[in-house]
């Protein structure tokens, strides 16, 4: 996690090249500190999630298409916050100091879903996989959304930009959306496959991780 923060925080302090940079600094604790505080958590109370969430990024991926599938994600999410700090830097946008803070306690709100859904879901996983032991899971965040995990991670990424102090990184933004659409499409088409009981449960679900919407 310490790692995680350090390298972040060149993200966004080497583009931005001052370190007088508020909106950078507040991101930085709104990002780091959640994501230190759920991996202290379930470090203590389910040891296995952490190490299954370990084999995450491409390479971890068995299949070609959700290999570059996960390339270009991991692309665009550095894409929204380098694209959103040279924004602020060269003020080709001007957000307001308000929903900048709003927007940090947003990305916060988002950990948090994932923290919902790790504490729901013990065998979520970074990679598309069914465990020998694993069950299909219904309840907490599942019985509203399929993927609440990605609607967390929404939440995060979609409102980084706006912490950051730019409008123009939600095109990025919004670039990720459409990648985990065509990740999700992938991801069901395997459960439906692997993991019983899931095609009756999108029946019962309909939404996947946008509510009211798709």
Sequence with gaps: ??????????????????????????????????????????????????????????AAEKEKSQKIIQSMASIVVVAIVVFSVLDWRFRWSVVPPLLSFVSNVIVIDGFYIVYLVFRENSFTSATIAVAEEQKLITTGPYSVMRHPMYSGAILMFIFTPLALGSFWGLIPGFMLILILFFRTLHEEKFLAKNLPGYDEYCRKVRYRFIPFIW
């Design 1 to 58: 996690m310490i790692q995680l923060s350090v390298i972040l925080g060149a993200i966004i302090f080497l583009p931005a090249w001052t370190l007088n940079y508020w909106q950078g600094w507040f991101y930085l604790v709104a990002f780091s500190l959640p994501c230190v505080l759920i991996t202290v958590y379930f470090l203590k109370h389910d040891r296995g999630l952490i190490e299954r969430r370990l084999k995450s990024g491409p």
